[in-house]
Every structure is written in structure tokens, then in C-alpha cells.
């Protein structure tokens, strides 16, 4: 069964970066979008941003400009670089796949200090 593996959380500075890589362990075929999620306790998690299949990408506001979602189709594999980070931007990040089933990685924690 298709697993998805997440990597690059970790502990960082206010003003920081990092990169979150997220990984299919096996083909997907029929792809529609890819997409990143982060979740706080007592949350509900909530879209940060997503890549369609043909390239098109959206964000929510709270991150525009400091994201950048990218992918690598051949790889099955997406990206998300954040940029200035905010301590509001700790959670934990997963990756989310919509095809003819959704997939969901296991999650990988972003901490951001002030």
C-alpha cells in the first residue's frame, strides 16, 4: 500500500526557513492535487496551500508571500518551503494527496521560536 513520508520539520528561529518534503513510497496514478495541511491542539486542521496537477497553486492568507508549495510529478513528491516563519506557524504539517483516493502523510512538526 502507498504510503506518504514526510520530512524537514523541526525546531527554528523566528525569521527562519525550512523545507517539508513529502514522499510517495509507490506510484500514484490520476493525481488531481497535492497539498500541504497544518493542524495546532484543539484546531481543526486547516489547508495551507495546494498544487493541481497542471502546476496551479493556491495559498491561505496567513501565508502568502513566505510559502512556496512545489512539486515533482515524475516523483510523486511535494515540496513546501516556508520562509519567514512565524511562532503562529508552529503545528504539525501534513501532506495530502487527492487522486482516486486521498492519501495522507503522518505528519511532521514545525516549531517556531520567538
Known amino acids: 500500500q502507498v504510503q506518504l513520508v514526510e520530512s524537514g520539520g523541526g525546531l527554528v528561529q523566528a525569521g527562519g526557513s525550512l523545507r517539508l518534503a513529502c514522499a510517495a513510497s509507490?506510484?500514484?496514478?490520476?493525481?488531481?492535487?497535492m497539498a500541504w495541511y497544518r493542524q495546532t491542539p484543539g484546531k481543526q486542521r486547516e489547508l495551507v496551500a495546494i498544487?493541481?496537477?497542471?502546476?496551479?497553486?493556491n495559498y491561505a492568507d496567513s501565508v502568502k508571500g513566505r510559502f512556496t508549495i512545489s512539486s515533482d510529478n515524475a516523483k510523486n513528491t511535494v515540496y513546501l518551503q516556508l520562509n519567514s516563519l512565524k511562532p503562529e506557524d508552529t503545528a504539525v504539517y501534513y501532506c495530502n494527496v487527492q487522486a482516486y483516493r486521498t492519501y495522507w502523510g503522518q505528519g511532521t512538526q514545525v516549531t517556531v521560536s520567538s
Open positions: 509507490g506510484s500514484i496514478f490520476s493525481i488531481n492535487y
Open positions: 498544487i493541481t496537477s497542471g502546476g496551479s497553486t
